[in-house]
Structures are given as structure tokens and as C-alpha cells.
């Protein structure tokens, strides 16, 4: 999918709309022209033989770059901006999909981007990802481990706080604070209204992956908070504890107080967040490391609905929505709630090269795909 849209405004956002008051009170920077479509996956449905499936494909949720970042980045951004920071900072694993879609739209926002970065074993895509964090004028430093990464962030963070004599903007690995949860409490409003309106059936099932958390959490509180009562199956692509249900209900109460003091309902605050099962089953021998029931999604997916999964994030989850129909315990209609970029975008120039670290300038030497 090609195309640069231009954004809706902040009143279009489901979220907004319900709870005026909150909206008064929360600025957004919208990133997305609409609500990110749905679609049956008839052949996939077919040949699973169960349950029907649905598609979410917030991999066409943004302008530039899609999938679940630009979904917090539309409260994250705004919040910095709101706070008066001049620079973001973050962090994430060297081809860090939040870290460069903060990079693109923190640049378009006016804000400055400073990447703390962790070096991992480079995947197919890890030097275009590096290349276009470069190109949208981030800064990239990098360390060889987390615990360097830990060790290094308060000079990190100290460095720019003398730079711009103000407090640069923290945002926590894959933007996952409850301000980015915030996003998906808004996606879960967006389903609600497409159920509404005829676009799909009210789901049983929903299958998300959980890395960092905000998605699944935000998710969660935004469907109870809409009127959706769908399980919420969230498959575990990691096994940080940032994963961990504890974790991920933690957030959910979280922003759900959040979202009672600024639309000024306190009885939002105590709404039920059952229905929330996070599965480790499907993370075969661990984060992005594919498994061979991922894989075989990876293909099933692009072979009958000609979607493109991820090997990190959507492959897995797809294999869950397989798995579990398979053993017949998937309640259906399931909605597979896709969450990586699906917006093409241009080949980065090798040249930004030279703007990365000496030492990952070899990762970012990137061979044309065939
Ligand atoms: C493509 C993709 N899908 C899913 C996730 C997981 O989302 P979260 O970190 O909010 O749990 C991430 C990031 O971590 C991601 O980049």
C-alpha cells in the first residue's frame, strides 16, 4: 500500500468524541487519515476450517509508517509537546520499529529524536530500519548490551537536558507508558464504532501480540470502556516481564483511572478488566526468534490473503490464531489484530550510513531485495 494521507483531526478520534471533557484536557497529534480497516479473511477462515477470521490491519493506521506505534505516538507526541520539550528520548534493540517510527513522526512534529539504542543480532530488515532513523535526522547512540544501555541512559538523558536547558521528553522501551496505552484505549473505541456500524461482527476472540505491553493493555480497558465484552488473547513474543499479566493488568487499571480523572467520571476507573488471557505458548525459542509454527503462519498468511507478516510480532500471533483453531478452543468471529507497518515505504540512500555510530555503519550496509 502506497500514499501519502493527510491526518484527521484530533475531534475525529472515537476516544475524543465520547468523553469531552477528557479531550479538553488531552492534545493529540493525529497520525492516521481514519480508522484502520477491517476485513474478513475468507481463505484463511476456509481453510482453518473453524472459526471465521477477521482482520484489524493497523499496519494502515499512520501517514508515513503504520502499525501499533503511531497509535501512542498521536498522545506521546502531543503530551511532549505539551510539556514543552524540544527532544524525545528513547530506547529499543537496534531495529527497533518504536524507535523509528518515533524518529518519523517526532521529526514531523517539530521534536527532536535521540535514540538509545541495544545492539541485537541484525535481521533482514535491521539496516533499513537504521537508515531511516538516520534519515529522519535522529540522533543514534548505541551499547553493546542492556546492562551498558541502563548504565549509559542518565548521561544520555543528562546530555540533552543541558543541551535544550530544559527536561527532554523520557519515553519508555516501545512507548509503552500510559499516555501510549492511551492510543489503544482509543483502537478500542475505533472497533466499537466499526461493530456499530455493520463493518464487522462484535468479535468473541481478539489476538494481539504483547511485547512491551501498552497494546494489549490499552486495548483492553478501551474495549470494556466501549461496551465489548471479546476475550482479549494476547500472545507473549518475549519473555520480559514487561509481558507478564501482572504487568499488563497493572497498565490497564492504569490508564483506565487515566482516562475517569481526565474525562472527570470516576466510576470509569472501576470498570471490569476480565477476559484477558496472555499466552506464552506460541513464543517458540524466544524473542525474535522464529519458531516453525511461525513460520508456517508467516507463509499460510501471505499465501491465502497475501498479508505480510513479521517474524518478530505477527507471525506469531498469526500462529496462535491458527493453533488455537486447530484445537477447536478459539471462540469465533476471532479478530486478528494486525500490528506491523503495511505502508510501503521508499528505500532508504545508503548514504545516511555516515550519519550512524562507526560501529553500525556495517549493519546499515543494506543489499537491494530481490
Ligand atoms: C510490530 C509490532 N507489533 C507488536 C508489538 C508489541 O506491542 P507492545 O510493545 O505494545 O506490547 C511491537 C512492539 O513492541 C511491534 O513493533
Known amino acids: 500500500?502506497?500514499?501519502?494521507?493527510?491526518?484527521?483531526?484530533?475531534?475525529?478520534?472515537?476516544?475524543?468524541?465520547?468523553?469531552?471533557?477528557?479531550?479538553?484536557?488531552?492534545?493529540?497529534?493525529?497520525?492516521?487519515?481514519?480508522?484502520?480497516?477491517?476485513?474478513?479473511?475468507?481463505?484463511?477462515?476456509?481453510?482453518?476450517?473453524?472459526?471465521?477470521?477477521?482482520?484489524?490491519?493497523?499496519?494502515?493506521?499512520?501517514?508515513?509508517?503504520?502499525?501499533?506505534?503511531?497509535?501512542?505516538?498521536?498522545?506521546?507526541?502531543?503530551?511532549?509537546?505539551?510539556?514543552?520539550?524540544?527532544?524525545?528520548?528513547?530506547?529499543?534493540?537496534?531495529?527497533?520499529?518504536?524507535?523509528?517510527?518515533?524518529?518519523?513522526?517526532?521529526?514531523?512534529?517539530?521534536?527532536?529524536?535521540?535514540?538509545?539504542?541495544?545492539?541485537?543480532?541484525?535481521?533482514?530488515?535491521?539496516?533499513?530500519?537504521?537508515?531511516?532513523?538516520?534519515?529522519?535526522?535522529?540522533?543514534?547512540?548505541?551499547?553493546?548490551?542492556?546492562?551498558?544501555?541502563?548504565?549509559?541512559?542518565?548521561?544520555?538523558?543528562?546530555?540533552?537536558?543541558?543541551?535544550?536547558?530544559?527536561?527532554?521528553?523520557?519515553?519508555?522501551?516501545?512507548?509503552?507508558?500510559?499516555?501510549?496505552?492511551?492510543?489503544?484505549?482509543?483502537?478500542?473505541?475505533?472497533?466499537?464504532?466499526?461493530?456499530?456500524?455493520?463493518?464487522?461482527?462484535?468479535?468473541?476472540?481478539?489476538?494481539?501480540?504483547v511485547g512491551t505491553g501498552a497494546t494489549v493493555a490499552g486495548l483492553l480497558a478501551g474495549l470494556r470502556l466501549a461496551g465489548l465484552d471479546s476475550e482479549v488473547i494476547g500472545v507473549a513474543v518475549t519473555r520480559a516481564p514487561t509481558a507478564w499479566p501482572v504487568a499488563v493488568k497493572r497498565l490497564a487499571r492504569n490508564v483506565t483511572k487515566l482516562v475517569a480523572g481526565r474525562a472527570g467520571d470516576r466510576k470509569l476507573a472501576r470498570v471490569g478488566l476480565d477476559g484477558l488471557r496472555i499466552s506464552s505458548d506460541w513464543l517458540g525459542p524466544g524473542y525474535a526468534r522464529p519458531s516453525r509454527r511461525s513460520a508456517q503462519a508467516l507463509a499460510m498468511a501471505a499465501d491465502l490473503e497475501n498479508l505480510e507478516l513479521d517474524a518478530v510480532y505477527t507471525a506469531k500471533t498469526m500462529s496462535a490464531v491458527i493453533g488455537l483453531a486447530g484445537q477447536g478452543v478459539l471462540e469465533g468471529p476471532v479478530l486478528y489484530w494486525h500490528t506491523h507497518n503495511a505502508i510501503r515505504m521508499p528505500e532508504p540512500d545508503p548514504a545516511v550510513a555516515s550519519r550512524l555510530p562507526s560501529g553500525l555503519r556495517r549493519v546499515g550496509k543494506i543489499r537491494t531485495r530481490v
Open 1 to 209: 500500500m502506497t500514499g501519502e494521507a493527510s491526518a484527521r483531526s484530533p475531534a475525529q478520534l472515537p476516544l475524543l468524541a465520547r468523553f469531552p471533557r477528557l479531550a479538553a484536557r488531552t492534545p493529540v497529534v493525529p497520525l492516521a487519515a481514519g480508522p484502520s480497516p477491517v476485513a474478513r479473511l475468507g481463505r484463511l477462515s476456509e481453510s482453518l476450517g473453524g472459526p471465521d477470521v477477521w482482520l484489524k490491519n493497523d499496519g494502515l493506521y499512520g501517514t508515513i509508517y503504520g502499525g501499533n506505534k503511531p497509535r501512542k505516538l498521536e498522545f506521546v507526541l502531543a503530551d511532549a509537546l505539551r510539556r514543552k520539550s524540544k527532544t524525545v528520548l528513547t530506547t529499543g534493540a537496534i531495529g527497533t520499529n518504536h524507535g523509528l517510527a518515533t524518529a518519523l513522526y517526532g521529526a514531523q512534529a517539530g521534536l527532536h529524536v535521540g535514540l538509545l539504542l541495544t545492539y541485537e543480532e541484525p535481521g533482514p530488515d535491521t539496516g533499513r530500519q537504521l537508515l531511516r532513523m538516520a534519515a529522519a535526522g535522529a540522533d543514534i547512540y548505541y551499547t553493546r548490551n542492556h546492562a551498558l544501555t541502563a548504565a549509559a541512559a542518565p548521561y544520555f538523558i543528562a546530555r540533552y537536558w543541558l543541551r535544550d536547558r530544559r527536561r527532554p521528553y523520557i519515553l519508555g522501551p516501545g512507548g509503552s507508558s500510559s499516555m501510549g496505552a492511551l492510543g489503544f484505549v482509543n483502537a478500542g473505541f475505533e472497533l466499537a464504532a466499526q461493530v456499530a456500524a455493520g463493518e464487522l461482527p462484535a468479535p468473541r476472540s481478539i489476538v494481539v501480540p
